[in-house]
């Protein structure tokens, strides 16, 4: 390819411009990627803190220093920041940074519409904060205190802060919804020559699916809550049982969005693992193709199976029955995508260092979360387990394995692509650990509480609880402050470090190690030829 | 070289445009879903517990009193807070054949110092036990009528079924209080089948 195909922008611009403007009007996928993770790495930060508060609340039976409302809108926050604020954008920091390095493209399909994207979300963090400040204020109106699925009626009757929350998910939506159309016409248009949709990394498998997904649900959970803006504000009665509405529509509504989330934010790790786990076990992915099969079933059935959030409202035994036998069936993909990546490290020569230790533990433990899931998905069970804190349990067991500690696993094995210099492997190896043991001690005693019968999104709780909840707390604690060493390894690591070489770890395959490390600005600027 | 170019400028559009219309149609969708889902819930009777046959309908009783068994009867109130009235049960608890008519009071006051017009709403836990549970005169069926400040009490009387199921022994009634606009019969949920307010969540 000569120079003379070099579009205007690109021949003026092979520098990085200098100071803010390089970050505000950015249209680098590199530079937008840092972004994304930096903002996700902040988000982690407040919504750590929220899940701090609490579990000092919940050290103790009896009221500490959170009232019940505030307590509740902190459980609220906690999930929203977590969800929209760390992990999505996380792992679309990812998909920026990656997909084109990956795939042999110069830059994003539609590099103005990302800057879009991204700045959206400090806009839409703003709102979802001062849904939690307002209520501080006189005249503020109540705290949120319905939990992040928001159900009318309770959602009816909050404050005016509910109304930055829903226009907090609006601007979330809208930022990733133009992420998810940006990374699928990136992904069909812009793949290197001989690069076909059955050969590009599985990393940007996992994305397609995600993107797909999102576009699919994310626009209902808006029409959802404009539909909650309506009946606050404009006398309209969707979910007001007074006029006609139905309150159940709403939770159909959100778990029609809820459920497929959660493989959102399960699917960008699910990559990242097929990644990590064949270049420390120094062989490729195992079956490769059933990973993408497996990967469209979860999508697909995963798109049908809401209701199981739901059985408690009284549907007829034919609805529960399907809904059961339904979210039953995935742990067949997923189940299928596990031993995949077991098959993939047996009798390789495997070595451990921190992206590999986190790659193991999720399998172990996301495994874990799945299992419990099944028993939730089980109706006459679930009837028991509703709302309990071993749903609790069950969704941390699936959601930090399978969605955070997978990003950790990215961040460690591309953080020298990224910086050009290693992280320091020895405190990366003690950031894992107490990572790892601070979650399992937080989240193990809960199921055990939930089956005793603790009520989840509750301040206070029966004395015959306090035991599980001291450990469960102490646990939190270690759990919650190991990611201040995340925050210095990473920090470390960008400051200096051992150069890192082209190809960071010696098992790694794929075209993001051919770049140099870090790579130049512009990378791809010729398409690599793929034999 | 440049028809490639503008050709794959011409797939990028073509994607992104796609795109963009299967987002709107999927916020279209959520709107569809509220004709959509009463009409799916009507055709295929899925929210069935709220339109069984039996709801609304009473089990009378069909033997005389059971002095051999004894069923415990929990009373528990809620007023909405556009009512601006304190009620409460004076009996939370009591224990009673079935078979046998009890009566029992409820305390109401009007906090405000105007006329305000309310209805209570019962509702029967577990919802099960419902058609079991009949109230043989009750200021629930009826608005009720406070003047300022105004307290006085209001009675029920209650039956259990002698067919309650074996394994009920204990259930609660629930009221809740609503306050009737000017010129309405009804409270805004009056219209709800009792099975979804004694059904929790």
């Not at chain 1, 006398?235 to 509504?253: K, N």
């Not at chain 1, 778990?255 to 497929?260: E, I, L, S, V």
């Not at chain 1, 596990?338 to 495997?350: C, D, K, Y």
Request: proline fraction near 6%; aromatic fraction near 12%; glycine fraction near 8%.
């Amino acid at each position: 390819m000569s120079t003379t195909t070099l579009t205007h922008d690109e021949a003026h611009h092979h520098e990085a411009p200098k100071g803010w403007r390089r970050w505000l009007f950015s249209t680098n996928h590199k530079d937008i990627g840092t972004l994304y993770l930096l903002f996700a790495l902040i988000m982690l930060f407040l919504g750590g803190a929220s899940a701090m508060l609490i579990r000092m609340e919940l050290f103790q039976p009896g009221i500490q220093f959170l009232d019940p409302d505030l307590y509740n809108n902190l459980v609220t926050n906690h999930a929203l920041i977590m969800i929209f604020g760390a992990v999505m954008p996380a792992a679309a920091g990812l998909a920026n940074w990656m997909i084109p390095m990956m795939i042999g493209a110069p830059d994003m399909a539609l590099p103005r519409m990302n800057n879009l994207s991204f700045w959206v979300l400090p806009a839409a963090a703003t709102m979802l904060i001062l849904s939690f400040v307002v209520p501080f204020f006189p005249g503020g109106g109540t705290q949120i205190n319905t939990g992040w699925t928001i159900y009318p009626p309770l959602s009816v009757q909050v404050g005016m802060s509910m109304d930055f929350l829903i226009f907090a998910i609006h601007l979330l939506g809208i930022s990733s919804v133009l992420a998810s159309i940006n990374i699928i016409v990136t992904l069909l248009n812009m793949r290197a020559p001989g690069m076909t949709l059955m050969t590009m990394p599985m990393f940007c498998w996992t994305w397609l699916v995600t993107a797909f997904l999102l576009i699919l649900v994310v626009p209902v959970l808006a029409g959802g809550v404009t539909m909650l803006l309506f009946d606050r504000h404009f006398g309209t009665s969707f979910f007001d049982a007074a006029g006609g509405g139905d309150p159940v529509l709403f939770q159909h509504l959100f778990w029609f969005f809820g459920h497929p989330e959660v493989y959102i934010l399960l699917l960008p790790s699910i990559g990242v693992l097929s990644h990590v786990i064949p270049a420390f076990s120094r062989k490729p992915l195992f079956g490769y193709k059933s990973m993408v099969g497996a990967m469209l079933a979860v999508a697909t059935i995963g798109m049908v199976v809401w209701a199981h959030h739901q059985y408690t409202i009284g549907m007829s035994l034919g609805a529960v029955t399907y809904f059961m036998i339904g979210t039953i069936l995935i742990s067949i993909p997923v189940g299928l995508m596990v031993f995949n990546f077991i098959a993939t490290m047996w009798r390789g020569s495997m070595t451990f260092e921190t992206p590999m230790l986190f790659a193991v533990g999720i399998v172990l433990m996301f495994t874990f979360g799945g299992l419990s899931g099944v028993m939730l998905a089980v109706v006459p069970a679930d009837m028991q387990y509703h709302d309990s804190m071993f749903v609790v349990a069950h969704f941390h067991y699936v959601l930090m394995p399978g969605a955070v500690f997978g990003l950790f696993a990215g961040v460690f094995y591309w953080l020298p692509k990224w910086t050009g210099h290693m992280y320091d492997e020895k405190l990366g190896k003690i950031f894992f650990w107490t990572n790892v043991i601070g979650f399992n001690i937080t989240f193990f005693p809960q199921h055990f509480l939930g089956l005793a019968g603790m009520p989840r999104r509750i301040v206070d709780y029966n004395m015959m609880f306090t035991e599980f909840n001291v450990v469960s707390s102490i646990g939190a604690m270690i759990f919650g402050l190991s990611h201040l060493l995340l925050l210095y390894i990473v920090i470390k690591t960008i400051r200096g470090g051992k150069k890192a070489e082209s190809r960071a770890w010696e098992g790694a395959k794929g075209l993001e190690w051919e770049l140099d490390s870090p790579p130049a600005f512009h990378t791809w600027t010729v398409a690599p030829q793929i034999k | 070289m440049n028809d490639r170019a503008t050709e794959n400028h011409r797939n990028k559009r073509r994607t992104t445009l796609l795109l963009s219309g299967v987002v709107v149609l999927m916020f279209g969708f959520g709107f569809a879903m509220v004709p959509l889902y009463n009409l799916f819930c009507q055709v295929t009777g899925t929210q069935s517990l709220s339109q069984r046959s039996t709801i609304g309908q009473i089990v009378p009783s069909s033997g005389g009193v059971d002095e051999n068994r004894w069923v415990t009867v929990k009373f528990d109130t809620t007023v909405n807070p556009n009512l601006p009235w304190d009620f409460s049960a004076v009996t939370h608890t009591m224990r009673v054949h079935p078979g046998k008519t009890y009566e029992v009071n409820f305390l109401a006051h009007n906090r405000s110092h105007s006329t305000v017009t309310g209805q209570a709403i019962p509702s029967v836990a577990p919802w099960q036990a419902t058609p079991y549970f009949s109230k043989l005169e009750c200021f629930c069926f009826n608005k009720q009528t406070l003047t300022g400040t105004q307290r006085t009490e209001m009675p029920l009387r209650f039956m259990v079924s002698t067919d309650l199921p074996e394994e009920i022994n204990s259930m609660t009634l629930s009221y809740s209080f609503m306050r009737l606009k000017e010129g309405e019969d009804k409270p805004a949920d009056a219209d709800l089948p009792p099975l979804i307010a004694a059904n929790p969540e």
